[in-house]
């Protein structure tokens, strides 16, 4: 069973902030939060990952409150490209496998 | 700074038959994992491979077995195919030392197709 639990599907406008709230209410001490991003036909592509409070790159922010129990990805100014799936999930380092659940597939319209 | 690489991007096999698939893991990585993607579903964790053993394995059969060489690639192989083994093969390459969580980084796939 996937650790993580994530919305199906969401929809959006160009231009605007999508965030994906996933749920992992028994996260270990040692898990750290990861996502990813899938096109069709291509490998899952790392976004980013944090432990907690928030991280933020180039593409995304993540944020996770002091509890841990759940985490939002925050995609500034979508564009049409960031139609995919996107998946959380929570590893340890010394949990190595990832265990995927079927990931939000957000949906961006011009 | 090359990527995780898999060989061949696509390949058809019937029934029956044998597959190889095959991985280079990123310049650095040290750590391969091979996940199966059937249409419409998330990846499934196969199996681990680190000091060229298997560390960790999935539920999948024994007909899923593989190999890890000395320069970090590794190999893929499925016996005795069924049709339900036709999905994207993923490989996953991370560097096991660091104290952080492994980040791993997938390759593009091998999309196998079952006849």
């Known amino acids: 069973l996937a650790k993580t639990t994530q919305p199906i599907s969401m929809d959006s406008y160009e231009g605007q902030e999508v965030n994906i709230t996933c749920s992992h209410n028994n996260i270990a001490t040692n898990d750290y939060i990861t996502w990813y991003q899938q096109f069709p036909s291509q490998g899952p592509r790392f976004i980013i990952q944090?432990?907690?409070t928030k991280v933020t790159n180039e593409v995304a922010s993540l944020f996770i409150p002091a509890d841990r129990k759940s985490s939002t990805l925050s995609l500034p100014r979508v564009s049409l490209s960031d139609t995919a799936v996107y998946y959380c999930l929570v590893a340890g380092g010394d949990t190595d496998k990832l265990i995927f659940g079927t990931g939000t597939r957000l949906q961006v319209f011009p | 700074d090359a990527g995780v690489t898999q060989s061949p991007t696509h390949l058809i096999k019937t029934r029956g038959q044998q597959v190889t698939l095959r991985c280079s893991p990123k310049?650095?990585?040290?750590?391969v994992s091979w996940y199966q993607q059937a249409l419409g579903q998330g990846p499934q964790f196969i199996f681990q491979y680190y000091e060229e053993e298997e560390r960790q394995r999935g539920n999948f059969p024994d007909r899923f077995s593989g190999h890890q060489f000395p320069n970090y690639s590794s190999e893929l192989n499925v016996n005795a195919l069924l049709l339900g083994d036709s999905a994207l093969y993923l490989c996953?390459?991370?560097?096991?030392?660091?104290?952080?969580?492994?980040?791993?980084?997938f390759g593009p796939g091998t999309r196998l197709t079952v006849l």
């Open positions: 944090g432990y907690k």
């Open positions: 310049s650095g990585h040290d750590t």
């Open positions: 996953a390459s991370s560097h096991r030392v660091t104290k952080e969580a492994d980040t791993q980084y």
